[in-house]
């Protein structure tokens, strides 16, 4: 009887080693993504100069580890699942990895929202655990909606689409399509070719006058000589309350 005894214990202890030893291969869990207290899959919207309080729930079988937070403007160069939306205008960047315990955690934080900020920003949500798994990852497109600053939308340039350059030689002259737009008004908005080290070659004003949208065709510039094989044209605007926004493109010496 004490040898049967003796082999039941030895072989509970053998049991619950080997249990020890088995390698947890379960992924954890992102249960819920909170924006300002409304759960989100794939796309929120929020307003440019305001705060976002971002809430993560995450769960794992064994042990929590680590939380990734990752938000950048949608022109990262990278891809994703989902495409598509205005490009991001304005500086807004989130990097934190967060240190996590337990079965089950909470993460929550408030974000202000710059007032430049304005298009489509992405937000990734990842998870470790302790045995070094990896949850599926959280992508939520955020639009940035801005009521601040001015709005500068130019829909062509002499006839056609701006991609990330416009290709032109000194004397050229080009003519804009599109519109600037604020809900106080427009105090001041110009047109400007500058050099490689930001130096101002050539300005044309815009008289917007106050209005709250401005029509920019039959708006034009010339183009100076280039000393390099590149310059910079923009176009600033500024409204009531000196609140600023400014487009811009590369000219590619033709």
Known sequence: MKINNILFVLFIGLTLAACKNETDEENPV????????????????????????LQINMTDNDELNQLKIDLHPNEDGHSHEEEGGEEADGEWEVLSIINLEG??????????????????????????DKEGNESTQVFVDIDVENDII???????????????????AEGDVLMFQGTISDASGLADAH???????????????????????????????????FATDHLELHIHAEDNDGHEDEWSVELHND
């Open 191 to 225: 047109i400007e070719i500058l050099d490689e080290d930001g130096n101002l070659l050539v300005e044309e004003e815009l008289a917007v006058g106050g209005a709250t949208s401005f029509d920019m065709n039959g708006a034009s510039i010339t183009v100076p000589a």
């Open 150 to 168: 001015p709005l500068i939308e130019v829909t062509s340039v002499n006839g056609a689409e701006v991609d990330d350059e416009i290709d032109a």
């Open 103 to 128: 079965t089950s955690d909470t993460y929550s934080n408030t974000y202000s929202v710059p007032t430049n900020a304005r298009g489509e920003w992405h937000l990734l949500v990842d998870v470790l």
């Open 30 to 53: 992102i249960s819920a993504v909170r924006i300002n207290g409304t759960t989100v899959t794939s796309n929120a919207v929020i307003e440019a100069g305001t705060d976002m309080t």
